[in-house]
């Protein structure tokens, strides 16, 4: 594991937060109330661009109706013979159905001709839908006992029943309930409080007890599902179903000259409930933390009667869509790209995943998004701290492995543009290489303890390789009492001859420095520097524990030979490939042709001087 971690640290990533996807998806589920929020929010969005086709009417008992069938009928709940009364005029022109969102439980002991003429008109119209409530008992036992009077009630009997399953129901009064055309208004909201499904029936010991607007569907012949409840796919937006206010309708059965339609519930579903706040007969859902219930059962009714309802993709699709999100990412990473076009890259995707949302929405697909979008950037954040922190390394250690043979601010500049020292090839390039070596450092060696040498050593390293590192130079390595440097590489140097020579005329100077500052024990300190240009093997060369950045060919011996040509003839001395490339820069003085080991023929040297100022 620790083999392929250091292999494929990505890849060990990309697959852990995978099956942190598949726990999530599979099991725990801990983000799917936060994706339910997002899913209400694309929902909000996606209704303010359509509206209900108008099938669906609601007459509705709003605050303003309260207030003006109060000065004729007292305080709300009225006479069910304004009820009444309202049902034989809507019933008139005709409608598909009328279904009731409103509870007549009691019968009316002060009124029984009411009672009487509401029943009177809704048994006579099989159109008439009226609400229960399904009650919730520690003792179900002491409820309506479903085998005796299921079947008259009109719920459904599923095999096997059990003949003692009873339920608890908020029925109608007598009369009105043995009509059979029941239907519970129960609405159940998720976990998180918000109401997304309607409940098309509820189970009890084998008997299916229908909810209103299935009730309602199914006489008008259209499909139910055969599923306990019904995601709602929302038609519009909170209270953008058409509503005629209760008190408008009803003072309009007055009137002698009617100033409304006489067709205008003609083919219609009409729902009476109540919208008015004091009522409390308001929902929480994705629209709207006060929507009328009225409403809800509007949508559901619109839901069965269209053929709709709101879909969700298979439990595979979330996981396949947040590794599909993930991949891409891996492979960046994988292939070195920067964690901050990555990002970018998704951050820009994120809000483009609204469009395909919105669009499945109008197809009635809910889609989860926000989970694997969430998961992207969970992947993201992991792979992006370590690809930092891995780049942190990576700096650090190049810094370390640059700085042992270059100037620190050209160490900066390589590894702020982003240079790896360890991604460095070995490449032929055409260099200029610098050998300098100490006169009689032998005989200075045997005449001076160990300490001295080499603290004189270190004070005369050091300061030769500033020079070297002031003017652009690559330091190589010490063989001995030797420097060996060279211009052209790691970093290009367009003009690496005039640069190497300048800094071994400076290393002369820095060298009389160096022998006032040392006084006696340096007072027959020389050296000799040779310089050639040409091409040669430039890269990292050694074991897997120990690299080093260095030069190898023949342009490199030859350096080494022509600083050997120093001794009695100059302190520097350059090859003739080097005097030509520097130009006019400095003045030569031509010391002729000379043999050299491993070379056939004749080496022509120069020594360099400074033009006067």
């Known amino acids: 594991m620790a083999s392929l971690w250091q292999r494929q640290p990505q890849l060990l990533l990309a697959l852990a937060v995978a099956l942190l996807v598949l726990l999530e998806f599979f099991w725990l589920g801990r983000l799917t109330a936060l994706e339910e929020r997002f899913g209400d929010r694309l929902q909000r969005q996606h209704v303010q661009h359509i509206e209900p086709d108008g099938t669906v009417v609601i007459v509705d008992i709003d605050e303003a109706s309260l207030e003006q069938l109060a000065a004729t009928h007292g305080r709300y709940p009225w006479p069910r ?13 005709q409608p598909k159905a009328v279904l009731f969102d409103i509870l ?16 009177a008109v809704a048994s006579t119209a099989p159109q008439v839908f009226m609400p229960h409530v399904m009650l919730h008992s520690e003792q179900p036992e002491l409820g309506l006992a479903l085998h005796e009077f299921g079947e008259l009630l009109g719920f459904e009997l599923h095999d096997p029943a059990r003949r ?3 339920q608890p129901l908020l029925l109608p ?20 409080g918000i109401g997304r499904h309607y409940p098309l029936y509820f189970e009890v010991g084998g008997w299916r007890i229908p909810n209103l607007a299935a009730r309602a569907a199914a006489a008008l012949g259209h499909h139910v599902p055969d599923q306990p409840r019904l995601r709602l796919r929302w038609q519009g937006e909170a209270n953008s179903y058409p509503r005629v206010p209760y008190a408008a309708l ?24 109540a919208s008015a706040t004091a009522l409390h007969d308001l929902r929480n859902t994705p629209l709207s933390t006060i929507h009328p219930a009225t409403e809800i059962i509007a949508t559901a009714v619109d839901n069965l009667r269209l053929g709709q309802q709101l879909n969700t993709p298979p439990p595979w699709f979330a996981p396949l869509l947040t590794l599909l999100l993930i991949l891409p990412l891996w492979q960046a990473f994988r292939r070195g790209v920067s964690p901050l076009h990555s990002g970018l890259a998704l951050l820009l995707l994120s809000p483009l995943l609204l469009w395909p949302g919105l669009w499945a929405l109008r197809a009635g697909w809910l889609l989860p998004l926000l989970s694997p979008l969430l998961f ?18 990576q700096r650090l250690r190049s810094e370390q492995i640059f700085g042992r043979f270059l100037d620190p601010r050209v160490v900066q500049t390589l590894v702020a543009q982003g240079e790896s020292a360890l991604a460095l090839k070995s490449e032929s390039r055409q260099i200029t290489v610098l050998f300098s070596d100490i006169r009689g450092f032998t005989t200075l060696s045997e005449q001076h303890s160990a300490e001295q040498i080499v603290a004189l050593l270190n004070d005369y390293f050091s300061r030769q390789v500033g020079v070297i590192f002031e003017h652009g130079g690559t330091m190589d390595k010490f063989i001995g009492d030797a420097i060996m440097a060279f211009w052209g590489a790691p970093v290009d140097d367009p003009q690496q001859a005039r640069n190497a020579v300048s800094a071994a005329l400076a290393m002369a100077e820095a060298l009389e420095g160096f022998k006032r500052d040392q006084g006696e024990i340096a007072a027959n300190f020389d050296i000799g520097i040779g310089i050639h240009t040409g091409p040669a093997v430039v890269g990292f060369l050694g074991s897997a524990n120990r690299l080093d950045y260095t030069a190898i060919g023949d342009t490199v011996n030859l350096a080494s030979r022509i600083e050997g040509q120093t001794k009695g003839l100059a302190r520097v001395l350059v090859s003739a490939e080097t005097r030509n490339l520097c130009g006019e820069a ?17 080496v022509q040297l120069f020594e360099p001087r400074r033009k006067p100022q």
């Open 250 to 273: 009803y003072a309009d059965l007055s009137r002698r000259e009617p100033q409304r339609p006489a067709d205008e519930f003609h083919d219609r579903i009409v729902i009476i409930g």
């Open 104 to 119: 007549f439980i009691d019968p009316d002991l002060l009124r029984p001709d009411d009672d009487a003429w509401l029943e």
């Open 164 to 166: 003692e399953a009873h």
């Open 81 to 93: 013979s304004v009820h009444a009364e309202l049902l034989e005029h809507l019933l008139a022109q």
């Open 586 to 602: 400095f003045d030569f003085s031509d010391h002729g042709s000379y043999k050299v080991k491993g070379r056939d023929q004749p």
């Open 376 to 393: 992207a950037w969970l992947y993201f954040a992991i792979a992006a701290l370590y690809a930092y922190r891995l780049q942190k390394q």
């Open 173 to 192: 009064y007598l009369a009105l309930a043995m009509g059979g055309r029941l239907g519970a208004i129960n609405f159940t909201p998720d976990d998180d």
